[in-house]
């Protein structure tokens, strides 16, 4: 196994008020990360991620404890020699009214540069790699003012691949993104762990984190539990975190229901492909039971949904939303027009 690229032991997090009084946020930290690997850090709002990502990246020094890249203490390490190897994306996303996004990614190469900031050939190339891995050949000579915030936090993370660092670490990176950009911000990071960098990023959405992760730090009450995510599903550690007496939360849908609501009846459900996923949501959200037993019988095929109650057919229909007025008119208790939402 290869030696991690970056080592957390016994570190505590926090501010410091003065007077040696400290607000610790998470303490007795003992992890580490492997060079090639994507690591996603989780917890809820106000558990302290990015207090721990600026410490990891010397903006905040550490409660007690040490951090260890390429096992020398962080804090041994020259300003320059930090620079060429940790690139760190945060949320702040001001930039000055001037800068184009080619000269914003260009600062990535800041460390790598003479005294005189020249860029070299290879500085370039760099440069207009990251711009084209992004997505952002079109936006290259626009003001980083005028851009979008989505379009700006790509600029961000596409400074911080053309530094070409061994380690970055990117506060939600993906914020502000529609989801095919987020996906393909995730899949580039991915990529670039493939090439031999390591990744630490802070996300939110989990959904996301299950499938682009190798692993995750889930940051709860001051202490990191970690794992690959499938071993978090299993022991349901990311429901119970991200759930309240109020809310269940799935984690492999991304999504959250009610436990206390009452299903309005049960349909047994029998399909295949997306037909058959989508209905099954959708009966979710009727606040409908799936039961095979059930009298009504929902057949998802191809497109086509097929109801009926026993023997007789009641309908085929080409859209959920037909399918549920009549669905509703066989549901004990209900009666056309009491749909939720009609």
Known sequence: MNDPILELRDLSVGYRLGRGRTVPLASGLNLALAPGTLTALVGRNGAGKSTLLRTLARLLPPLEGQVLFRGRPVGTLGARDFARSVSLVLPERDAPPNLTVRDLVSLGRTPHTDWRGRLGEGDRRAVEEALTTLELEALADRRVVSLSDGERQRAFVARALAQEPELLLLDEPTAFSDLLHKAE??????????????????????????????????????????????????????????????????????????????????????????????????????????????????????????????????????????????????????????????
């Open 185 to 342: 911000v995730l899949r580039i990071l991915r990529e670039t762990c493939l090439r031999g960098a390591t990744v630490l990023l802070i996300l939110h959405d989990i959904s996301v984190a299950l499938r682009f992760a190798h692993r995750i730090w889930v940051l709860e009450e001051g202490r990191v539990e970690e794992g690959i995510p499938e071993d978090l599903l299993l022991a349901g550690t990311l429901e119970r975190l991200f759930s309240s007496p109020r809310l269940r939360f799935d984690p492999l849908r991304g999504t959250y229901r009610v436990p206390q609501e009452e299903f309005r009846g049960a349909v047994a459900l029998r399909g295949e492909g997306r037909a058959e996923a989508c209905a099954a949501l959708a009966l979710e959200r009727w606040k409908l039971r799936q039961d095979p037993d059930a009298s009504l019988v929902l057949e998802a095929r191809d497109g086509v949904f097929r109801l009926r109650e026993g023997d007789r057919d009641l309908g085929v229909f080409g859209r959920l939303e037909d399918l549920e007025r009549e669905l509703r008119r066989h549901l004990p208790g209900e009666a056309p027009g009491t749909a939720e939402g009609s």
